[in-house]
């Protein structure tokens, strides 16, 4: 058999139509992905990844295999050297597999000169390690495979007739049916296991799921069945009149049959061999989603607007939005209807459109495109999609605006984020109650006018409620969270003790108090405050958990604006409020990952201290690296000129603005009186708390929104939004992460810890180099391939010449 694969391997690298096969292959791919401007152009794109060679190379396979194909026994039949084959004792099968292993080995050699590619991205990306190595070479590995089911449907298609121009276009119908006809199929059927299992028969639906890194036994399954398959059909046309050979072959297919069956009943577990699992569904949504199965009764729909013509940042964000629902629909027994859909496409007037979406709370986003000749062009898109079960529907926005990120890099954290957003949805549909939380009232805390903003945010989640503690022990344990925000009055012992034994009881606290308090009415009509500690009586229950709110304020270089009053002008100016932080989110932490910065004024620092052990300590706010501490009493005053004057006046770095707290506690009331007026019927004080959570915070700033005018004129405005800049700081996804941080028991926020690599190229690389690695990458490839096949027939022209 090695002599035919020899013979069979040197006949087509000597060939016409092989050097024909491996030129337009090569030549193609290095003009489209190099040279000419489209989405197909790596270089213009931008990322670090081989995604367009691969799924270019399975199109250009898919047309030119059956041109490679077409004579390997359609000529033998011609020139009957196959019955001269035949008279010898080699079996069909040896022939068919010899020619079918020596085009397989002739289109691997043309393909390994691709593999410059590999190094050029490598050249030219941000960083070491950008490239995910493993899933480049499962997709080189896919296209082998996928050219083995065209190479196995060539050979049948030319087995099926004399004339080589016949069995190329009939190689040609079988490899599109193979390819693309199944999944073309699936869009008829409105079932979505019917649709899956359709598209499934087809190459299409596994080779996207290998080239992304992603791979099960149904994908392996899928390349060796259609080869056997074809193989099978091969020789039953080869052999018709041999009827041991048929027998044999009856047996063989019987037993194929029966794989498949097995096959199909056996679990079909993916694996993700990306580096960073990126494709791994978590197990919460796993589980929440496979209810849907079970519940005939829940009919959800999801209509997915980012759809049209769409440039190459966003066409990723749709295609990762699009693979991330059917590999969560599998869970789900493909109940999900999902559709995408194009807003253009609705029956609205282009300019009603964004006024239409709106009020669907879609507002549109401004796409600015800039092509490589710096011309600038401008479309609405409308990065959305509605999450619907049965009458209920919530919006899901898929885009993150992270300040400070690239578009690139909020593209990448709009991908991750994709499971938590659409999971967050389902749940909070699908649930059957929500959970209760609770703000305290009666110690000067910010009135609820000022809160309304959290309220509404939060009311999406949970019933809010509000109210006085009393003297009840009991009285907190219906909520799941309760807040204290921003007070001004002392709490009494008994109040003080019942939020002890609340947390001892597992309950969870966000604490947003001020460690020093200012008048701001002094400040606006005086110009000058005077600032003291904020007496609230709760620093000894802080202390023993593990913190310490300090009685300061923190000025910070990174700050807001703020308009005052200059004698000389009639109109205000801004200058900047450095007791206005812009405070920065841990970006490693799953209550502040990929928020923005959040807003506030006159913030306090926190301590952290080594009382509670037992409980874990992550920062969650702080300061920038040029900061400095104003301890009170201090005057405050919009005196800027002499801290900007003060080259060395920010001498503090990083202090801790916001703090959360995981684990066990001890009671601050542990070897003390618990207080007369708590009423202790059928109480007992517990001194050490189960394993529960809390959050301190160095300011109720931070939850509080703004109102501007008066009476019916009146307007809630956003946490953390910013009047002088017009910018929504992250103050609202900050509060909203914190509680359900804190409320959740099941593990749905973990789904907010999932990371991807970021995957550039250097834009002033590809500048510098463009024409160097464009040349490269397309005068290597088709040199070597010229250089293989030119030695090979020089080799057999020599060695024959010789002869």
């Known amino acids: 058999m090695r002599v035919l694969i020899r013979k069979e391997l040197i006949s087509i690298l000597c060939s016409g139509i092989g050097l024909f096969f491996a030129l337009i292959f090569l030549l193609a791919n290095g003009l489209m992905l190099w040279l000419f401007e489209g989405n197909f152009n790596i270089l213009d794109i931008g990322y670090a990844s081989l995604d367009k060679f691969f799924s270019l190379s399975s199109i250009l396979l898919l047309l030119l295999i059956p041109a490679l194909t077409m004579r390997l026994i359609a000529e033998e039949k011609r020139t009957r050297t196959l019955d001269m084959l035949r008279s010898r004792p080699i079996s ?10 020596s085009a397989l080995i002739f289109v691997i050699i043309v393909i390994l000169p691709t593999l410059i590619y590999v190094y050029t991205l490598s050249a030219l ?11 480049i070479l499962l997709s080189y590995v896919s296209l082998i495979c996928l050219s083995g089911v065209f190479i196995a449907l060539g050979i049948f298609a030319s087995s099926l007739s004399q004339n080589q121009i016949v069995s190329f276009i009939l190689a040609l119908l079988l490899n599109f049916i193979v390819y693309f006809g199944f ?20 190459l299409y639906h596994h080779i996207i799921q290998i080239q992304r890194g992603v791979v099960t036994i149904g994908n392996i399954w899928i390349f060796i ?5 074809a193989y099978l059909i091969t020789i039953c046309i080869l052999t018709l009149n041999n009827k041991n050979v048929k027998k044999r072959l009856l047996t063989f297919g019987i037993g194929l049959l029966g794989l498949n069956i097995i096959i ?12 960073d699992k990126r494709y791994t569904i978590g197990d919460y949504s796993k589980e929440l989603v496979s209810t849907i199965a079970d519940n005939s009764t829940a009919k959800v729909k999801i209509n997915v607007y980012l759809e049209g013509n769409l440039n190459y940042g966003f066409q990723r964000l749709r295609n990762a939005t699009n693979q991330f629902l059917i590999d969560l629909n599998r869970y789900a027994d493909y109940k999900m209807d999902i559709s995408f859909i194009d807003p253009s496409s609705l029956h609205i007037s ?21 092509d490589r000749d710096g011309k600038v062009s401008k479309q609405l898109i409308y990065p959305y999609a509605e999450v619907i079960v049965n009458q209920d529907t919530l919006q899901v926005p898929l885009l993150k605006n992270i300040k400070g990120n690239t578009a690139e890099e909020n593209l990448t954290a709009s991908i991750v984020n994709l499971e938590f957003q659409f999971v967050d949805a389902l749940r909070l549909l699908l649930r059957s109650e929500p959970q209760a939380i609770a703000f305290i009232e009666g110690h000067g805390e910010l009135p609820r006018a000022y809160v309304y903003d959290a309220e509404e945010a939060l009311a999406k989640y949970f019933f809010v409620n509000r109210g006085q503690i009393g003297n009840d022990p009991s009285v907190l344990d219906d909520f799941k969270v309760v807040i204290i925000a921003g007070p001004t009055q002392r709490y009494s012992e008994t109040e003080k003790y019942i939020l002890d034994q609340y947390l001892m009881k597992g309950g969870r606290i966000l604490w947003l108090i001020d460690g020093a308090y200012v008048s701001l009415d002094d400040l606006a009509n005086k110009g000058q405050s005077a600032s003291m500690k904020n007496e609230v009586a709760l620093d000894d229950l802080l202390f023993t958990y593990g913190v310490r709110i300090e009685p300061n304020f923190v000025q910070d270089s990174q700050s807001s604006q703020i308009l005052v009053q200059n004698h000389s002008d009639a109109q205000p100016v801004s200058i900047p409020w450095y007791y206005s932080p812009l405070l920065l989110p841990s970006f490693d932490n799953i209550i502040t990952k990929d928020i923005t910065d959040v807003k506030a004024a006159f913030v306090s620092s926190i301590d952290l201290l080594n009382k509670s052990k037992l409980a874990a300590k992550n920062i969650l706010l702080t300061t920038s690296q040029h900061s400095r501490i104003i301890p009170v009493p201090e005057m405050i005053t919009f005196d800027v000129e002499h801290i900007q004057s003060d080259a060395n006046y920010f001498k503090d770095s990083f202090l801790p603005i916001a703090v959360a707290l995981e684990g066990k506690f001890q009671s601050a009331f542990n070897n003390r009186l618990i207080p007369d007026s708590v009423n202790q019927q059928n109480h007992k004080m517990q001194i050490e708390s189960v394993d529960t959570k809390m959050i301190v915070v160095g300011s109720s700033d931070i939850i509080k929104n703004e109102i501007i005018g008066e009476g019916d004129d009146s307007e809630v405005l956003p946490m953390g939004y910013d009047r002088i800049s017009g910018r929504r700081y992250g103050n609202r996804d900050f509060i909203i992460n914190a509680i359900n941080w804190l409320a959740n028991d099941d593990g749905w926020m973990e789904l907010r810890s999932k990371t991807q690599k970021l995957n550039l190229l250097d834009k002033r690389l590809i500048y510098e180099s463009r024409t160097k690695y464009t040349i490269l990458n397309i005068l290597f490839p088709l040199c070597s391939i010229i250089l293989i096949l030119g030695g090979v027939t020089l080799w057999r022209r020599f060695k024959y010449t010789r002869k």
């Open 264 to 275: 199909l009943f056996l679990p079909n577990t993916q694996l993700d061999l990306t580096l």
């Open 183 to 202: 999944d073309l199929l699936s869009t008829i059927f409105q079932t979505g296991s019917t649709r899956v299992f359709i598209a499934s028969c087809g």
């Open 125 to 135: 990306s941000n960083s070491v390690g950008t490239l995910d190595i493993g899933v």
């Open 350 to 370: 282009r300019e009603e459109l964004p006024e239409y979406m709106a009020k669907h709370e879609m507002p549109s986003v401004m796409l600015n495109e800039v």
């Open 225 to 229: 069945n259609y080869i056997l398959i």
């Open 92 to 101: 069909v099968s040896r022939i068919v597999w010899s020619k079918w292993i």
